[in-house]
């Protein structure tokens, strides 16, 4: 469990600035929103920190600075994305999907361990997939289960690899608010599991309701932080969200 610390992190495509001089700290174990209006920069500032697109500025990972490595080696330093497409495997078990998340070295040793047991019949993904609800499901195509299990299966393929700060992109697009409420207790679980995560999402009822901080960005930059209940009242954020509904 790692700490996730930004400093003046800036990000330009042209004359857009979609990134200007942000800092802020994802606390170890935390979770931790990040919100904003369209076009205020979330996604730009996961792509920053995972390595995606150039940036200027720190990220920190614990006490390791990882803004010069490339996207694969800050995920084996433990920092781990999941992407606002899902883009599961459709002629993939659901088992196998989160079997392709684990580290090559991991994936080999089970193969060669358990005489070439496929990885995706390996105790620790069916544990995975059990601790999220998932494993009556584990030999189904991703295109039979509902869009609530997609999320969730998206999330195991993320969480199979162990990392230390998760960096979640709009993981409940498309779902209900049942299935939002059950997404947003197993992302509790996830952090009490000893994963710290952030959270860039719409849906203010699961970030609001389930996250222990919350950034707001705005325009590229960091417009508030905050408890749940302080960012709610907050003047400039009530303000920021006027036209786009309120994140009351
Ligand atoms: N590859 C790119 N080239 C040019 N401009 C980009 C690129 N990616 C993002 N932008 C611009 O950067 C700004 C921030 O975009 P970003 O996607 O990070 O916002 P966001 O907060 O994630 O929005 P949304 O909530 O709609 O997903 C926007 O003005 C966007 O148009």
Redesign the pocket.
């Given at each position: 469990m790692l700490s996730l610390a930004l400093r003046d992190l800036s990000v330009a495509?042209?004359g857009?600035h979609?990134l200007d001089g942000v800092t802020l700290e994802v606390a170890q174990g935390s979770l931790t929103g990040l919100i904003?209006p369209?076009?205020?920069?979330?996604?730009?500032l996961l792509d920053a920190c995972t390595g995606y697109v150039t940036a200027h500025g720190e990220v920190r990972l614990g006490d390791r600075r990882i803004d010069g490595l490339a996207p694969y080696r800050r995920a084996r330093a433990g920092l781990v994305r999941t992407f606002q497409s899902l883009d599961l495997f459709d002629d993939l078990t659901v088992a196998e999907n989160v079997a392709t998340g684990m580290p090559g070295e991991a994936r080999r040793r089970w193969w060669h361990q358990l005489r070439r047991m496929p990885a995706a019949d390996t105790p620790v993904v069916h544990d995975l997939l059990a601790s999220l609800g998932l494993d009556s499901v584990a030999g189904a195509l991703p295109g039979s289960v509902s869009q609530g299990q997609r999320a969730l299966v998206a999330l195991a393929r993320a969480l199979i690899a162990r990392p230390d700060v998760l960096l979640l992109d709009e993981p409940a697009a498309g779902l209900d608010s049942h299935e939002s409420e059950e997404l947003g207790r197993r992302l509790r679980d996830v952090c009490d599991r000893g994963t710290t995560v952030l959270l860039v999402e719409?849906d203010m009822s699961l970030v609001l309701g389930n996250c222990d901080h919350v950034h707001v960005?705005d325009a590229?930059k960091l417009l508030a932080s905050g408890t749940p209940a302080e960012v709610r009242k907050d003047p400039a954020v009530l303000a920021a969200y006027l036209g786009e509904g309120s994140p009351s």
């Open positions: 495509f042209g857009v979609a904003g369209n076009g205020a920069g979330k996604t730009t719409h960005l590229g």
